[in-house]
């Protein structure tokens, strides 16, 4: 069913005049001018066929039909706000969708989710396996993607972009390889990966040697697992948290940004 189209604006115009029988106080509480007002009314009037207000020598009146609908408009008016409240509420309460690559939840995401997740208890947290899901199709919230920038999408860079080449200690002197590495012109892999958590598991079983993002590596320095064989150079991509612009302004999502994004939430 075709639903008629309803000038909402010039609605909301009309139920503020109607309450103050005033385009001045009304004015005054829509932030417009009372020209913007009479404007609204004057157009609602021809769009409904009807007169809404006359003037008197004790100033604003409504018609019979300017009365006629208020009721309705007003409980119409108040549904409106019940169903934005019921859509907040159930964006903001229950459950993220999150999208990660796994070395990098590991490493990086669990560790500074926790303490979110101890303040937010009753909220369960979904972890896709694909970090390049479509957010539709999977229903994110939010994705972690090693890339150059947001492009279409909202998002926040998580560390810098830095590399570091790593090994274990008395690692075979070797190189390890994976699309994002980089190495010198020189160096002849003898290991090929297809990310930079395989490369990461082959470095710390001891098999060589590679180049990869800092942020994913910093635990591994710190406990000595692995050990850095140089300092961080600069990186092409880096992690970044992103979402659409929809999911990027919901209450849920700005609360886990904030603490994904502070400075009190490294566990170093």
């Known amino acids: 069913m075709k639903r008629t189209h309803l000038p909402l604006n010039a609605l909301r115009v009309y139920d503020a005049a109607a309450r103050h029988l005033s385009f001045t106080r009304a004015a005054d509480e829509l932030a417009v001018t009372p020209a913007a007002v009479g404007q609204q009314i004057r157009a609602l009037e021809d769009h409904l ?21 208020l009721d309705a408009l007003r409980e119409g008016f108040l549904s409106f706000e019940e169903s934005v409240a019921a859509m907040q509420a159930g964006q903001s309460s229950d459950r993220y969708t999150i999208a990660a690559p796994r070395e990098f939840y590991a490493a990086w ?29 999977a229903n994110l919230d939010l994705a972690i993607r090693f890339v150059t920038g947001p492009g279409e999408l909202e998002g926040v860079q998580l560390a810098p972009a830095l590399k570091v080449e790593v090994a274990a200690p008395n690692a075979r002197n070797a190189w390890i390889d994976w699309p994002e590495a980089g190495l010198p012109d020189e160096a002849s892999p003898c290991v090929k990966t297809s990310s930079a958590g ?44 992103l979402a659409p612009v929809p999911q990027w302004r919901s209450k849920k999502v700005k609360a886990l940004v904030a603490h994904l994004t502070s400075a009190d939430t490294d566990p170093a």
Not at 49 to 69: C, D, I, Q, Y
Not at 111 to 128: D, K, N, S
């Open 198 to 241: 395989q490369a990461m598991s082959s470095a710390l079983a001891g098999m060589g040697r590679t180049l990869l993002p800092l942020a994913l590596v910093e635990s591994a320095l710190a406990n000595g697992t692995l050990e850095a064989l140089g300092e961080p150079v600069e990186s092409r991509r880096a992690y970044w948290l």
């Open 49 to 69: 066929g009807v007169v809404l207000f006359r003037r008197t020598s004790k100033g604003l009146e409504l018609t019979p039909e300017g009365t006629a609908g």
């Open 109 to 137: 995401l669990a560790p500074r989710l926790a303490p979110f997740q101890a303040e937010t208890p009753g909220v369960q947290y979904i972890l896709a396996p694909d970090e390049g899901a479509d957010f539709t199709q």
